[in-house]
């Protein structure tokens, strides 16, 4: 079954407690992307990536860090969360920048 | 720069009656433009999209959309409207070619009333 997996689908932790959500993608597509979604704002794009070792900053990229090692994942990495970061986070993978984005489950992260 | 303007956080409607989500765009370049659908603790589902060619395109659950570059719209309609339609709808925008940078509309929450 084609899918975004993301883990955890669930978090609480303490402000600086550096974590990392992982998410990977059995679709074997190009595209990646990490965003939040927070009342009233929709989705904001955090970061993504176009390629193997190609990302780039989204809209509120400030306090995460991203990776792409291999085509298949794409890490999430708040290396010192605040509680300003407590939100439903969002990977989603397509086959190319005019395709639809294939969305995981989402991440819901409390940062206390 | 782009962006996305959804009118209305809140839509309610009733069963049988027609839907009409509205959503505009501003892009310097021409767009690729979604509409995408959650349901309560899930992800986001594609409804539809403009990429080229028509600009009345069909999605699923006999949603429609119509991109007019003159107005700079891409509303989602939908003739009649049922219980199981009540969800999140959102806009989105992506530049042609070159970028992956994605704008989303802040949402429009649709209420159907029986």
């Known amino acids: 079954e084609a899918q975004v997996t993301q883990n955890p689908r669930y978090l609480i932790t303490v402000t600086g407690k550096k974590l990392t959500v992982t998410c990977s993608q059995n679709m074997n597509h190009e595209y990646m992307s990490w965003y939040r979604q927070d009342p009233g704002l929709g989705l904001r794009q955090i970061y993504y990536s176009m390629n193997v070792e190609v990302t780039d900053k989204g809209d509120v990229p400030e306090g995460y860090k991203v990776s792409r090692k291999e085509k298949r994942n794409f890490p999430l990495i708040l290396e010192s969360p605040s509680p300003n970061q407590t939100s439903l986070y969002f990977c989603?993978?397509?086959?190319?920048?005019?395709?639809?984005?294939?969305f995981g489950d989402g991440t819901r992260l409390s940062i206390l | 720069a782009q962006s996305v303007t959804q009118l209305g956080s809140h839509v309610s409607v009733s069963e049988g009656a027609l839907v009409l989500l509205r959503c505009n765009y501003s892009s310097s370049v021409p767009p690729y433009l979604f509409w995408y659908v959650q349901y309560p603790n899930q992800g986001l589902q594609l409804l539809l999209k403009y990429t080229t060619g028509a600009t009345l395109v069909k999605g699923i659950n006999g949603f429609e959309a119509e991109f007019k570059k003159s107005e700079t719209s891409f509303h989602l309609t939908k003739p009649s409207a049922h219980m199981s339609d009540a969800a999140e709808y959102f806009c989105a925008v992506t530049a042609t070619s070159g970028t992956y940078k994605y704008i989303f509309g802040t949402g429009t929450r649709l209420k159907v009333l029986a």
């Open positions: 989603a993978s397509s086959l190319a920048d005019n395709q639809p984005q294939h």
